[in-house]
């Protein structure tokens, strides 16, 4: 059964042509050119995948993201941008879609993306669903966490990165690693500067001391290590 | 005391100025990139050979001249603004047909627009006479005023071009069923640089120099620009060009 993607953008040859490319790809492809169509498109054809544009008609790309992720649809979204400063916006830290292109792109680099997400998307659903350590409580399926019985507000991105570390608890992950199994492989403008913004956004979040974590170690010169 | 504040504030009028500078070389990079994205990708399939069927390949080829056409009118705007402000602009009058113009305009956006786009119709009302006037000004006038009534109007609505005449005057008018303008920033429409914004107060996209650009046009004809708005219910240009002849060479 091919997988469906959803394909929301207002120019009419960008929607044309990545449309295409898709299919020719081996997707099954439904579009639209405009936010309230893709929220509808969205409930009703249920994607596997959404490729969404930042800047849209009537409702933009930033109000799409949050009202899926609001009604609890976890689809993954690759998010078109124009702008470069808003990659870690788009990223997961306010709007929790789970990768980006800039534009102006190259098709090719953009299905090998597509392939990418799939990858990771596939690769998640054989992992653990949920873990409890020091009080904190992860629930990696339904994206709910919390610390001593209260709710702990983690952007989907930060529950990726999360569930890397505990499905190789133990080891010594390095940024690369983060870059690798978060971002894809042909993944060229996340920085490691942004691994480390996310650890520390995450040590805020479960750790009683961020500046003494007890589960996410820092390792110098090598990276990071989770223990339970 | 006197002197710290004065220079308190140049430095925060010099910041100002560069801030606008910066988002205005923002804003115009994204209006080249996101055209130049969907060029880059139809002849991305087109090099690779993957557009075989001849219907299709139209449809691309269409779809790049459209884009050509958009960046084409960017690359104008900026080039007469930059006239503009460099007091340099000139317009060369001619006899012009404005119902051609008009006509022209109006086919063209009704190609590029989606089908489930805002409806878009032309009014004429009686004779219209000549026009004398630049052409091409006129036509880059209306392209801008019709360019904004489609970024503003949702699909399902209409967008209305009305030329009339009362004898004195040509008035050509563009009315949309769009979101319309704060009652805020109405008095500020014609600023350069000025965005509006759309129903959730989020800034549309744009190099804020359309409209900078029409007032010029049409006041440089000996005309006058008027706009009227309805948060929600929609806009109306009207554009109100004299007809009585006017000096050479303004």
Partial sequence: MPKKILVVEDEPGIRLSLSDE???????????????????????????????????????????????????????????????????KVLGLELGADDYMTKPFSLRELVARVKAVFRRTEERSSDPD??????????????????????????????????????????????????????????????????????????????????????????????????? | AFGAFLIARTIAHEMEVLKIKSDFVASVSHEFKTPLTSIKALMERLVDGKVRDTDKMDQYFSIIAQDTDKLTRLVNNLLDFSKIEAGKKEYVLFDTDIVRIATEQVERFKKEQASSSPDMRLEITGEIPTLRADADALSRALANLLSNAVKFTPPGKAIRVGLSSDGENVVLEVEDEGIGIHPDELGRVFEKFFQGRNALSQTVTGTGLGLTLVKHIVEAHGGRILVESRPGLGSKFSMIFPLKSWPEGS
């Fill in chain 1, 22 to 88: 898709l299919e020719s790809a081996g997707y099954r492809v439904f579009t639209a050119e405009n936010g309230e169509k893709a929220l509808a498109a969205a409930g009703c054809e249920k994607p596997d995948l959404i490729i969404l544009d930042l800047m849209l008609p009537v409702l933009d790309g930033t109000e799409v993201c949050k009202k899926l992720r609001m009604r609890g649809d976890r689809t993954p979204i690759i998010m078109l941008t124009v702008k470069d400063k808003e990659i870690d």
């Fill in chain 1, 130 to 228: 949920v873990i409890s350590f020091g009080g904190i409580d992860l629930d990696f399926k339904k994206f709910e966490a919390s610390k001593k019985g209260q709710k702990l507000d983690l952007t989907p991105l930060e529950f990726h990165m999360l569930k890397l570390f505990v499905k190789r608890r133990g080891e010594v992950l390095t940024r690369d690693d983060f870059l690798d199994g978060i971002w894809g492989e042909d993944n060229v403008a996340v920085s490691f500067r942004t691994v480390d913004s996310h650890i520390a956004n995450i040590r805020k979040k479960i750790e009683d001391d961020p500046s003494r974590p007890r589960h996410i170690l820092s390792i110098r010169g090598v990276g990071y290590k989770f223990v339970e």
